[in-house]
C-alpha cells in the first residue's frame, strides 16, 4: 500500500529525491515518514510530514533534506541534497496511524 522509489547510486554530495505513493486516504490520514536503515543497523527516523504540512526532520536530515507531499498525485516526496556516506542505506515510508511500511529504495552514496 505505500511504494517507494528513486533510490539508487550517487556520488557524495549528489542528490536524489524519493518518492513514496499511497492512496488519499492513507495521505490524508496519516503523517508520512521517512526512515533510514544504515547497513547493520536500526531503523532510524528522518523526517515526516502531516495532513495540513507540518514537517519534523531528524538532526542529519535539517538542512540538507526536505520532505513535501503532492495531494494532486498521492505522493510524498524526500528531496536529498548534500549527500553523504553515511547516508546509504535503505529508505522507507511510513504512514504512522496506520502502521503501514513500505518495502524500502536502496540508497547508496560513494566517495
Known amino acids: 500500500q505505500l511504494q517507494a522509489s528513486g533510490g539508487g547510486l550517487v556520488q557524495a554530495g549528489g542528490s536524489l529525491r524519493l518518492s513514496c505513493a499511497a492512496s488519499a486516504d492513507i495521505l490524508n490520514r496519516n503523517d508520512m515518514g521517512w526512515y533510514h536503515q544504515a547497513p547493520g543497523k536500526q531503523r532510524e527516523f528522518v523526517a515526516t510530514?502531516?495532513?495540513?504540512?507540518?514537517?519534523i526532520y531528524s538532526d542529519a536530515a535539517k538542512g540538507r533534506f526536505t520532505i513535501s507531499r503532492d495531494s494532486a498525485k498521492n505522493l510524498i516526496y524526500l528531496q536529498m541534497n548534500d549527500l553523504k556516506r553515511e547516508d546509504t542505506g535503505v529508505y522507507y515510508c511510513?504512514?504512522?496511524?496506520?502502521?503501514?511500511w513500505g518495502q524500502g529504495t536502496l540508497v547508496t552514496v560513494s566517495s
Open positions: 510530514i502531516s495532513p495540513n504540512y507540518v514537517t
Open positions: 511510513y504512514a504512522l496511524h496506520f502502521r503501514l
